[in-house]
């Protein structure tokens, strides 16, 4: 028996495969130095050489972060709104008012059995809810959030959303089908049904306005529509706008065009066999759908990211820190003890109990708070892109609002009165719309 | 759809298996995907039924659905949207109510009556008190019968209400619900002060009620009664004014007159097809002849003439509330009634008008002091009768609107 021998068979299991693992990790961790070393600069060389790609990639990670914050806020805001219109008291148990409680139901479902029914066909049902979330997501990129904060700016970004909307239900029927289930199959027949004869009213009542404004990019027809508040499509375009909010609901399925998903009717639709992060992702790509569908009304109608007035205190912040001389030492060394010191001070005078490191820890984070607070006002005021971004979620999320009021208000139509609605009456009054709107620009253009 | 599974691979099952054996349950959790009864069929109707048509599947509402009323399963055969056929598959609730009564003396058996509606339990005592009362020559004093009166009215509202909520909660309305639990609610707090109970109340008894009015039932009622008007009205303006709610409703499931007293159908849901019947009215009990109300009735006989007929008993249903507490006379509230209970041999009929219809008990006595035999006339039982006449030819979505309409509860049918 030889050293090595006796001493591996002294090891514990975690030991052996420490053992194991170490000189292949050190082996890896010099391999990537050195490819690091070798190639890095040929790397930045390339990435710098194909800029577009590395934007692309950037966009589209940041738009799939987008979509987790947005979905709980969205989801917050809809518990919340329809429990007070309900007369209820909503979630109030997680967090300060139950803020938290759709993290903790997006954690509930991580931890939840991922079940697949017998008979399903697997592949499909598994695929499902991944084609309806990335459907969503990447209407997403195409979005001018900002003055310059956009995925790509195409010159058919219009025509691209409608495309990329249209796919969504591909993976509801996918859903309907796979799971071996009577409910699922109806509630996904009807979302083909659905979604299908509102896309037609829905990319008519854009035609006038893409008449109007002679592109399809979003980022231009948003620009066109900067100035004054009178300026925005809606007025040029109120029909259509109209049209394309009630086609844009029953393209999100949305009540009172929630037959897709009628609980008292078909159970859950085409996620009623669904359960965990599968549901969840359907779950995730509803709210994201009305995130969107806002934000595309704004874009278009309602001025995108543009300010319905101009800001009344202009504040210009030059404040150069070299001329304060030395009283820049004396700042940077005072602001912060006086601060936490002035925050800290009257928590612990007013609260016997409270040690006096705790007073100071508060202290301290409620000065960070409002350094950041002043710092956040500041470049409120001083960067176009922040205004353009804070009008622009104020804008998304009225209507978000207005998605919620819907659904605590209003029952849910049947679906021959949802055909006959997008058949007899949507699809003529934007063929109206659009004829009208042809009319005025050759008669104008003469 | 796939059909049936095989079994994976063939195995021995154990001549005696066990009940827990997980073999054994998989095969019975697969058959479980067909609705079509595992016996050949029984009847004619049920062979034409479980036969499949080109296009048609089955689907099975309930019992574990989260709009029908109760624990009812409705098989229905469907093509594409539209309902070909159903059958509704009753028993999932039943208790046994009548056989219990039998064991029960006749005090017993008035608590085994609550359960059968438990959205408005007073009026499935109070036929049942009648019929004993009947048997035992009771006379109920009046104030009682006042209170009764004021009671069952009280709960009439209740349930009206929450059918309210209900109707527009399985045309997907969310809130309504909310709101006419709040009316319910009311109510059932100020029942439950006067009656002990919430729910089940257990307030009549043979000759008489079981309590007088207290404080804290009037001041209740007082309060209530300042803004019912006034806070229903505003209610049904939420529904009666919305376009998607009426269209839905409008001309739906019609129920025409000769239909409705060919399947002896009673309640709004008959006053809704333009039959002026009222048991209060036709054969008086207690002392609705000295009330003023009028009997409402619309002509439509469809889902929203059954609606409105109901939201118009609510206001009638106040109009008597009102009557009852300015008549209320004063004296006892329960006849002197001995302990031990021996009715003379014979049967009694009784019957009321509750909220969905004729209650009727019928009871006969062999002079012990159990009823020998308790037949109970459930008003939801006969309008589910209708329901096969009604929704063929409709959509999916339809046979709940349908069903809410007709208001039944699974209590009172399964007994």
Redesign the interface.
Known sequence: MSVVGSTWGRLTPPGKALAIALPVLTALSIGLLAVVVLLGPAVVTFLGDNLPLVRFVVAATAVLLLTIPTAFLIIYMEMKV?AF????IGPDRVGPYGSALSVVHGLKVLAKEDFTP??ADRIVFTWAPVVVFLASVMSLLVIPFAPGLFGQDFNIALLYFFAIGGLSVVGLLMAGWAS?N??S??GGL?SAAQVISYEIPLTLSVVGLIILAGTMSLNRLVLDQSGSILDWFVFRQPLGALIFFIAATAEANR??F??TE??????AGFATEYSGMRFGFFFFAEYVNVFIISALTVTLFFGGWNAPFDWPFPVAVSLDPASLGIWLLVLVAVVPVAGTLFFAAPLWVANSRLPAWQALVIGFVLFNLAVVAVGLGLAFVSFDWVVGLAWFFLKTYVFVYTFVWM???????????LMNFAWKWLLPASLLNLFVTALAVVILAK | ??TR?EPAAPYEIPAHPSADDPRVTLEE??GV?EPIPPYPPRTEREAEFYTLRDGE???NMGPQ???THGVLRVVLKLNG?QVVDLDPVLGYLHRGVEKLCENADFHQAICYMDPLEYVSSLFCEWPAVIAFEKLLDVQVPRRAEYIRVLSTELNRVASHALFMGWM????????PI??SF?ERDEIVEMLAALTGQRMLFNYFRIGGVNGDLNHEFMSRLGDWMSRATEQIEANLTLLNE?E??V??MRGLGVLDRETALRMAVSGPNLRASGVPFDVRRAHPYSVFPELEFDIPTRQEGDCLARYLLRMDEIRQSLRIIDQCLHEMPDGPVMARVPRLLRARPGRAFAAVEGPRGLYGVHAISDGTDQPFRMRIHDPSFVNLQLVPLLMPGN??????AIMASLDPIMGGIDK
């Open positions: 329809i219109m309900n007369l209820r017998t008979g071996f009577k409910y199959l109806l009807r009540t009172p929630d037959l009628a609980d008292s009717e078909i159970v659904r605590g208000t209003l029952p849910r139509v049947r679906i021959d009165q | 759809m796939p599974h959790q697969l995907f599947m089955f689907i659905h989260p709009s949207e527009a909660l399985d045309l997907g309305g969310l809130t909310l709101y709040i919305n998607i709610f269209r839905r959509l999916v979505a339809d046979t709940m």
